[in-house]
């Protein structure tokens, strides 16, 4: 993929204040996109744009709860006022709860359920509406391994990733015909701020290495170029896949 090859589309990332999503929207301004970067908070949100600004690109913060559903549409309407169109959206915004669930109140199932498949599902709505009238466009969604896996105290969110990629092949076919491609990314475990406790403390550490065949955990930047690839041109002929990046946790 060349530095040039999103030049002119423009792309929506939520969940992109930090970690992988700020990750994946940097790869889309480094790649010549103009990105909507959404999240719950702006400060982060800020910072890159100021980023992104300073390096030549087009970024615009759009602070937003992704389980609002009048909050999402407002989030599309700034992007296509603000950059004339949208052709890319990321689904990334997804929230953990680690918890036995017969522990586990029914608040914080659903507050999981509706970050991450209620919030998909606006998303790709109100994207979708843009990209099924201009007859092109890429949804990627960011799903997990511990969709395709049974893991321990995590049945909120796994139950949610699994829904993500059901969703995900549904739009594919559904939207096929209109030349909207539909994919889904399955991260494992990636060394981001957001389990930098976790990566602190080696004996849980050790435990997380030790069932993955690759003995590490992935970086954000091994994500970059499948990201790259599901939002260019290059995978204009698929659709409705799951690209499972874990160093092949999930194959056991």
Do not use: C
């Given at each position: ?50 980023d992104a600004e300073q390096r030549g690109g087009r970024a ?46 029914a608040d914080e199932w659903d507050r999981v359920i509706a ?65 909207v491609q539909v994919n889904a990314i399955a991260p494992g ?64």
């Amino acid at each position: 993929m060349t530095s040039a090859s999103l030049t002119g589309k423009v792309a929506i990332v939520t969940g992109a204040g930090r970690g992988l999503g700020r990750s994946m929207a940097d790869a889309l301004i480094d790649a010549g996109a103009a990105v909507t970067v959404a999240a719950r908070t702006g400060t982060e949100l800020d910072r890159f744009v100021a980023d992104a600004e300073q390096r030549g690109g087009r970024a615009l913060a759009a602070p937003t709860d992704i389980t609002d559903e009048d909050a999402v549409e407002a989030m599309v309407t700034a992007t296509v006022k603000t950059f004339g169109r949208v052709d890319i959206l990321v689904n990334n915004s997804g929230i953990v709860a680690t918890r036995a669930l017969i522990e586990q109140p029914a608040d914080e199932w659903d507050r999981v359920i509706a970050t991450n498949l209620r919030g998909t599902y606006l998303a790709t709505r109100a994207v979708g509406r843009h990209l099924v009238a201009q007859g092109d466009g890429k949804v990627i969604n960011i799903a997990s391994n511990f969709a395709l896996q049974g893991v321990a105290n995590h049945a909120a969110y796994s139950a949610s990733k699994a829904a993500v990629i059901g969703f995900t092949k549904s739009m594919a076919i559904e939207w096929a015909r209109f030349g909207v491609q539909v994919n889904a990314i399955a991260p494992g475990y990636f060394a981001t701020p957001l389990n930098a406790e976790m990566r602190d403390d080696p004996e849980t550490l050790s435990h997380v290495v030790r069932a993955i065949p690759a003995r590490r955990m992935g970086e954000p930047d091994e994500l970059k170029p499948w990201l790259l690839l599901l939002a260019g041109p290059a995978s204009d002929f698929m659709t409705g896949e799951v690209v499972v990046i874990d160093g092949g946790q999930s194959v056991r």
